[in-house]
């Protein structure tokens, strides 16, 4: 079965300082990507960053990194030296092989200045 | 470069009438496309997607319907709106081609059945 787990429904962090969001997905399949997508209060949705399963390193996007433990089936995103802008929702996402994506249930992030 | 158009970004529906929500995507061919459902603060769920022009995989059986009558065009579609039907709608598409390539999302539409 595709699975995707976010178990925090919110989180809040002090301005400046690093948070991590939790996600962790069951898949069969050898190859498959992990996304990580914003959604402010506007409703878009903006792409963040992704991680291939043959990756060797994790990725990383200016503040955004993926510390990404295959063995532990986690892809937790980590966001450093958060702004107020980061106050959103954000959705752990996977793509196995085919044309499905499965999304976590969010996580909703509030910035505290 | 490859762009998405949604529309209307609101719409205001009574119980029982039709409902025609439109996406187009530019500056791309044969993609895949997707029609997701977010109700208020919660995660998204897959309605419909499409692989190729007339062909409709559905997710979650219920009275919605999709068509993709051109290449890159995606219809979301009802004939009588239920109160269950209101939530946010977005239009998404991807390439096929690997694990890799990730979705693009439209605005959205905001739809309130009353």
């Known amino acids: 079965a595709q699975k995707i787990t976010q178990t925090q429904p919110g989180m809040f962090v002090q301005e400046k300082e690093a948070v991590t969001l939790d996600c962790t997905y069951d898949?069969?399949?050898?190859?498959?990507?992990l996304f990580w997508y914003k959604q402010p209060s506007s409703g878009e949705m903006i792409f963040l960053i992704y991680?291939?399963?043959?990756?060797?390193q994790n990725a990383t996007e200016g503040r955004y990194s993926l510390n990404f433990q295959k063995a532990r089936k986690s892809a937790n995103l980590v966001i450093s030296a958060s702004q107020l802008g980061d106050s959103a929702m954000y959705f752990c996402?996977?793509?196995?092989?085919?044309?499905?994506?499965?999304f976590g249930t969010g996580t909703s992030l509030t910035v505290i200045p | 470069s490859q762009t998405i158009h949604q529309w209307p970004a609101t719409l205001v529906q009574p119980v029982g009438s039709p409902l025609s929500l439109e996406c187009t995507v530019e500056?791309?061919?044969?993609?895949?496309l997707y029609w997701y459902r977010q109700a208020a603060g919660r995660g998204l769920q897959l309605l419909f997607y499409?692989?190729?022009?007339?062909?409709i995989s559905s997710e979650v059986p219920q009275n919605l319907s999709a068509s993709r009558p051109q290449d890159r065009q995606f219809i979301l579609s009802s004939k009588k709106l239920l109160l269950s039907d209101s939530g946010f709608y977005l239009c998404?598409?991807?390439?096929?081609?690997?694990?890799?390539?990730?979705?693009?999302f439209g605005s959205g539409t905001q739809l309130s059945v009353l």
């Open positions: 998404a598409w991807s390439l096929g081609r690997t694990v890799g390539e990730k979705l693009f």
């Open positions: 898949t069969s399949d050898p190859s498959y990507g």
């Open positions: 991680q291939g399963s043959y990756d060797q």
């Open positions: 996402a996977m793509r196995p092989t085919g044309n499905q994506f499965y």
């Open positions: 500056g791309t061919s044969n993609p895949n």
């Open positions: 499409s692989v190729g022009i007339g062909q």
